[in-house]
């Protein structure tokens, strides 16, 4: 796309953002910790969509790079005694190290192959998870507060127990994770990504090394899950095989193709909107995940553009 | 008396061959082409003219033999190398991204050029990119759809994507893959006008049936009949030869 | 027990065990090979078979009458699958994934609701006991591998000898060839989604009485089928069945000598590992 629009992009997310920023003074404390959660899942969606968005990639293995954030980063609070700050970097570390190694092997696969095969490498994480229980404590999994040292910066103190600070936290994730996307799609590698997408063998006849674009984006991919799962164990305190499970893969699926596939802020849309929807049919229900069955099968088949890719084609063409 | 030092070819094939399973479809065969030229292969369907350029692009691997370009042996380098080298392929069957528009589809092409250093990959001035396109479609005539989705272009104008792509890439060596085909009588006048523009800068190698292009364009041609060379010269050594008349009926 | 004794104890179970996945996976691997989509309700649909085989046992009193009724009201649901959602999405594959998740939902929760989350048993229709050496053995694990072996024979009777079973086979192997030939494609397709489905589901209804039917049982089937079907490949009712026998043997033996969990992660690793580096894909024809 030209760039004309591109102060008004730029615009509309900082604008989201600042939105965000100000909702928590406003909202009471039931919605501010759903928007907490929301914020960190959406940055979970929004790896997950850098690989099926952008690149057409998908996977049902998200989990494990979500999971190696939150047990890097759990496990190092909870034994060694890190802090915060170094935690997060073991959690950055180990889900960069994860998507790289399973996208050497992964990624000599594509179409269903690469689903089943990211879906059993996840799955064979999870069952080690749970066979490692002595020290992951399987699927009751531990927490950390007692563990965890408070925030240190500039000489003021951030308990990690304080609601507004994990609001931020994740706000400051959030909205790194938002401008990230929203960069790496206008840039000359994103460029590649939506060449890969639409035609790889093209892409690959136009001079790219096209494997090595498809795990620059699964590494950045399985980051940013990572990083979510890295900061979710860090603000809600808790880590267990549960959320390595391959309904943690399925759910950025669900999310990212409700908020529509293939754009930046699909993700946290899609995210909110079934975090709303689960809250409010749980009312009515206990088994949310027929919701969840349900709606991707009404999505699939009705709206495979989701929320987001419905208003741009129909409304707002330039939003990427 | 001085000797003529004989001109390294841009790029020559050593013994090249294909088979698939039980079935050779390109038997050893040795192509020179000249810087320059514009040089045509012909023949009837099945000969393996697609699979040789192929296997000259990088697309499919040869069963044995040998591909130099520029006096390198490139037979081991993958596609996506022989291109930055300068070794474009342009489809037979238009391979564009139909849901991009026609910018997309130029740029993509034209960045490769400019993504040689580490950070042009990931910041690159849009007003370099943006002359390479433009003046990419301004050779093949299609400035004025530049927004338009390519999926949506006329097929003739497809064609003329495929190859703005191409120049986009600055090659060397441009192999065409039966570019007219599909199109009508005026825009295979226009697309042959405009392929002689192109090899004043271009190397052009050259698949095509249609017989009139063949020898308004050709500066050599080279026949390919079941999986061999049979002739190889100049456009009227090769209409005069018998071998390609009974080769090739209907000549 | 002597160590002969556990390692026979355990060929036995792993033959059973082999028996009925030959069935379940066998399923699967007719809706891959002809329909080219992978179904991620497969193992609900085994499910399904277990439960609907309690309720006929339990409500009804009789349980040889699940073994009709199951692959019946199942296949019936995987019909309804086809037509309703499978055909509006046009068979692509990506979506069909996305979608069978969905129905994978869908249906355990809808018997979770119904049949609550317990695990129930049911009692085998006949006991008799046949004595080994080293222990007893329930006779009717036997009669699940008569009635598999007999159930395995007819599914290759239809595939070799009826019109149908032609169809299916030139489908697999070249779909733009037997429809040019005049097969009715489109119209096989919910057929084979309900001959796949009803195989699980008889599976399950078999295997009641020697294992609890409970709403969570069709993850490991799934699994287990998707080993079997990669390992054995494509549309090859031979490989499938050999393949069977080869993962109902290995698991049982890892499962007691070493440990279930390890079993199973051993079996993922190696689908996928297997999945990667073999080099004709997933259905034989993929480039690498």
Known sequence: ?320 | MAEVAPMTPLLQTEALSKRFGGLKAVLPVNLHLEQGEIRAIIGPNGAGKTTLVSMISGRINPTSGQVHFNGRDITKLRAWRRVALGVVYTFQITSIFRDLTVYENVALAAQRRLMRRALDRVVLRETILVDRVDAALAEVGLEHVVDDPAGLLPYGHQKLLEIAMALALRPKVLILDEPTQGLAPDEISALCQRIKEISQEVTILLIEHNMTVVLELATAITVMDKGAIIADGTPSEIEADDRVQEAYLGL | MSFEGYLFLTLLEGIVTGFVLALTALGLSLVFGVMRIVNIAHGEFFMLGAVIAWYSSTLLGSYLVALLMAPLIVGGIAYLTDRLVLRRIDYKPESTIVATIGLLYILQQLVLTVYGPYARQVVTPFYFRIDFPWFGYSGYKLVIAGIATVLLIAIYFVMTRTTVGLYMRATQQDREMAQAFGVPVHRIYPFVFALGAGLAAIAGALVVPVQQAHYLMGLDALLLSFIVVVLGGLGSLKGTVVAAFLVGISDAVVSMFFSPTLAKIVATLLVALLLTFKTSGLFGDEEA
Not at chain 1, 118 to 124: K, N, P, R
Not at chain 1, 140 to 154: A, D, K
Not at chain 1, 292 to 300: E, F, N, R, T
């Open chain 1, 1 to 320: 796309m030209r760039h004309d629009r591109r102060n008004t992009i730029f615009g509309v997310h900082l604008a989201l953002i600042l939105l965000l920023f100000c909702a928590q003074f406003v909202i009471p404390p039931f919605h501010r910790t759903m928007v907490t959660r929301i914020m960190i899942f959406a940055t979970y969606s929004m790896g997950y969509n850098v690989l099926l968005g952008y690149t057409g990639l998908m996977s049902l293995g998200h989990a494990m790079f979500f999971s190696s954030g939150m047990y890097a980063t759990g496990l190092t609070v909870f034994y060694l005694g890190f802090g915060a700050p170094a935690a997060f970097m073991a959690g950055i570390l180990a889900s960069i190290l994860m998507s790289a190694l399973i996208g050497l092997i992964a990624l000599r696969t594509t179409g269903v192959s690469f689903l089943i095969v990211t879906m059993m490498f996840s799955q064979a994480f999870y069952l080690a998870s749970l066979h490692l229980n002595k020290i992951t404590k399987g699927d009751e999994g531990f927490i950390l507060s007692g563990h965890l040292r408070p925030l240190q910066l500039g000489g003021l103190e951030f308990a990690f127990s304080d609601p507004l600070v994990k609001f931020n936290l994740a706000l400051m994730l959030f909205a790194a994770s938002l401008l990230l996307s929203l960069w790496l799609i206008r840039s000359p590698i994103g460029r590649v990504l939506l060449g890969i997408r639409e035609n790889e063998e093209r892409t690959r006849l136009l001079g790219y090394n096209t494997f090595n674009y498809k795990l620059l984006s699964l590494i950045i991919s399985g980051t940013l899950s990572g990083a979510a799962g890295s900061l979710y164990t860090l603000t809600f305190s808790y880590a267990g095989s549960s959320l390595a499970s391959i309904l943690y893969s399925i759910y950025p699926l669900l999310w990212t193709l409700l908020g529509g596939i293939g754009t930046t802020i699909g993700p946290i849309v899609g995210t909110a909107a079934m975090a709303y929807m689960v809250d409010i049919s749980s009312g009515l229900t206990s088994s949310y995940l027929f919701v969840v069955g349900a709606m991707l099968v009404i999505l699939i088949i009705w709206f495979p553009g989701g929320l987001v890719g419905g208003i741009r084609t129909r409304w707002l063409r330039w939003l990427p």
